[in-house]
């Protein structure tokens, strides 16, 4: 089972989140802006994080990204945006961000990037382990 951290601020779509991945039985942390989702990583390690890119409280999805990427390297990072443009995907994925997708995004879509950063985070523990 993973642990999962999903930062927005719209309820629905947080909610919405947490049941879907509740149903692959994946242990999830919901946080309302990114200043709640900085405090609970100071707490809590997790496998990969779902955040939306604007939020309000001076804590964008960018700096959750880096927070948590100085914290746990190998945690993967999800940069989740209705307002999609081509310097903050290139900004999210230079701080390191495994994808960065833009809203409304298909079931599908989450549930294969979910799969692959998963994938992602265990060949980079494993690589940890064997070093």
């Known amino acids: 089972m993973s642990k999962l951290l999903i930062v927005d601020d719209e309820p629905s779509l947080r909610e919405f989140?947490?049941?879907?991945?509740?149903?692959?039985?994946?242990?999830?942390v919901l946080a309302s802006n990114g200043q709640e989702a900085v405090s609970i990583l100071k707490e809590q390690e997790f496998d990969a994080i779902f955040t939306d890119l604007k939020m309000p409280g001076g804590i964008g999805g960018l700096e959750v990204l880096e927070y948590a990427k100085k914290v746990a390297p190998?945690?993967?990072?999800?940069?989740?945006?209705?307002?999609?443009?081509?310097?903050?995907?290139?900004?999210?994925?230079k701080l390191g961000a495994y994808d960065y997708i833009q809203k409304p995004f298909q079931i599908d879509e989450i549930q294969v990037i979910l799969t692959k950063c998963l994938e992602k985070r265990a060949l980079l523990q494993e690589n940890v382990q064997l070093k």
């Open 17 to 28: 989140l947490g049941i879907l991945f509740r149903k692959s039985k994946h242990e999830i």
């Open 74 to 93: 190998s945690t993967q990072v999800v940069v989740m945006t209705a307002f999609a443009t081509t310097d903050t995907a290139i900004k999210a994925m």
